[in-house]
Nanobody, 113 residues
Framework: QVQLVESGGGLVQSGESLRLSCAGSGTTFSVMGWYRQAPGKERELVATITSRAGTEYAGSVKDRFTISRDNARNMVYLQMNSLKPEDTAVYYC?????????WGQGTQVTVSS
C-alpha cells in the first residue's frame, strides 16, 4: 500500500519560516513535490523535485521556498522562508510512481499578518 504522510504545518506570523516533511512508503517515486490549495481556489503547484534533484518552482515561491529530497528514506521536504499571508493553504504532498500518482492527506499552513 502506497502512502504519503505530511507533517510540519502550523500557524506562523508573516515573515517567519516553516518546514514541511513528507514520508513516502510502498514504492519508489520518480518525482515528489508539493501542491497547495487555498479556500475557494484550485490546487496549484508549489515545487517538485526529481530523483536526480531536478527542481521546478512556482514563480510566487521561487526565491523563498526550497524543496529537497532524501531518496534513501523516500522523504521530501519543503523549507518555507519569508512566509506571507497569501501562502495560507492546505499543502499536499505529491509523488509520481511507476504507474500512477499519489497524494497525501494535506497539512494546513496558516500565515497571519
Amino acid at each position: 500500500q502506497v502512502q504519503l504522510v505530511e507533517s510540519g504545518g502550523g500557524l506562523v506570523q508573516s515573515g517567519e519560516s516553516l518546514r514541511l516533511s513528507c514520508a513516502g512508503s510502498g514504492t519508489t517515486f520518480s518525482v515528489m513535490g508539493w501542491y497547495r490549495q487555498a479556500p475557494g481556489k484550485e490546487r496549484e503547484l508549489v515545487a517538485t523535485i526529481t530523483s536526480r534533484a531536478g527542481t521546478e518552482y512556482a514563480g510566487s515561491v521561487k526565491d523563498r521556498f526550497t524543496i529537497s529530497r532524501d531518496n534513501a528514506r523516500n522523504m521530501v521536504y519543503l523549507q518555507m522562508n519569508s512566509l506571507k499571508p497569501e501562502d495560507t493553504a492546505v499543502y499536499y504532498c505529491y509523488a509520481r510512481g511507476y504507474r500512477q500518482s499519489y497524494w497525501g492527506q494535506g497539512t494546513q499552513v496558516t500565515v497571519s499578518s
